[in-house]
């Protein structure tokens, strides 16, 4: 079975933090993906990579960067955390290829970060 | 921008009966899945559908992929208190990106 896991499960930082939230797969996939979930907006994709070193902006980029200097680990940070990134953050990953069967994404069980 | 609608948006009913979850779209998906997340998890995958017109079972539920490939039902029967959470569609227009609906909160009381 396919494990994600994610550093914390609940964190509370203050408003102008940095904050890092790391994501770790045991299953060699090459794409990672970093969403936030957001009650009646679903899920929103923030950044993705296919590969280490590479990334790609999601829908929602700003205010946050990612690194991945592994192929199993992808991290997300808040330079400055701000009240509005308050939210559910989902990290997933999804084996190689562009088949439909390879855009099956495996979550990890979040991270609730609370911006005070 | 592409969109998927889930309907309705939340759910509560009794145990043993039948339900009907919808996923729509004016965008055509290569595939379509569907993701159960309980509270305080991540989703996690239930089926892909891939043809225009399938049908997948998993036990009590029953899915379909539109002949169209752009919308999608989620049909559960006889409802127990475990099939309680949040069901969330997802299309795959191709690429990286997936789209994901809003999601259907169920709640099933015993």
């Known amino acids: 079975d396919v494990k994600v896991t994610q550093s914390s499960r609940y964190l509370v930082k203050r408003t102008g933090e940095k904050v890092f939230l790391e994501c770790v797969q045991d299953?060699?996939?090459?794409?990672m993906f970093w969403y936030r979930q957001d009650p009646g907006l679903g899920l929103r994709l923030i950044y993705f990579?296919?590969?280490?070193?590479?990334?790609e902006k999601g829908d929602i980029p700003e205010g946050y960067s990612v690194s991945r200097e592994k192929k199993e680990r992808f991290s997300l940070i808040l330079e400055s955390a701000s009240t509005n990134q308050t939210s559910m953050y989902l990290c997933?990953?999804?084996?190689?290829?562009?088949?439909?069967?390879?855009?099956?994404?495996?979550f990890g069980p979040g991270t609730r970060l609370t911006v005070l | 921008t592409q969109l998927l609608e889930q309907s309705p948006q939340f759910l509560s009913i009794q145990e043993g009966e039948n339900l009907t979850v919808y996923c729509n779209s004016s965008?055509?998906?290569?595939?379509l899945q569907w993701y159960r997340q309980e509270p305080g998890e991540g989703p996690v995958l239930l089926v892909t559908?891939?043809?225009?017109?399938e049908v997948k079972k998993l036990k009590r539920l029953t899915f379909q992929f539109g002949d169209a490939r752009k919308d999608s039902s989620l049909h559960i029967t006889a409802a127990q208190p475990g099939d309680t959470g949040l069901y969330l569609c997802a299309g795959w227009p191709g690429g990286f990106k997936t789209i994901f609906g809003a999601g259907t909160r169920l709640f099933v009381k015993a």
């Open positions: 299953m060699d996939h090459e794409n």
């Open positions: 965008s055509v998906f290569s595939s």
């Open positions: 990579s296919y590969d280490v070193k590479m990334k």
């Open positions: 997933a990953s999804s084996p190689p290829g562009q088949g439909w069967y390879y855009n099956e994404q495996f």
């Open positions: 559908v891939v043809t225009g017109g």
